[in-house]
């Protein structure tokens, strides 16, 4: 997957339930990148802090599907 010119690796769990479709989305980013590569409009600015281990986490239900694993822990929310 590559969002923002940044290529990261991502694993897609997916799950059915009566109400259709379920989708984890999981990826994570190992090399250090300002907050400004994500969100341009903050080069440049005090917000364009310096990150590493940064997770990708998307899904469409607040549990996630049959498979998922997050070693991080990171709360995963619908959205």
């Known amino acids: 997957m590559e969002f923002q010119n940044i290529d ?10 009566p109400k259709g479709l379920l989708f984890t989305v999981y990826g994570e980013y190992g090399l250090v990148l300002n907050a400004g590569m994500l969100a ?18 998307a899904g469409n239900t607040a549990v996630p ?6 070693r991080y822990n990171y709360p995963l929310i619908e959205g």
Not at 8 to 17: E, G, H, K, N, R
Not at 65 to 70: K, M, Q, W
Request: proline share 9%; hydrophobic share 50%; glycine share 6%.
């Open 65 to 70: 599907a049959p498979g998922f694993v997050n």
């Open 40 to 57: 341009p409009e903050l080069q440049g600015t005090f917000l364009d802090v310096p990150m590493k281990q940064v997770a990708l986490l």
């Open 8 to 17: 990261i690796s991502v694993s897609v769990y997916l799950a059915t339930s």
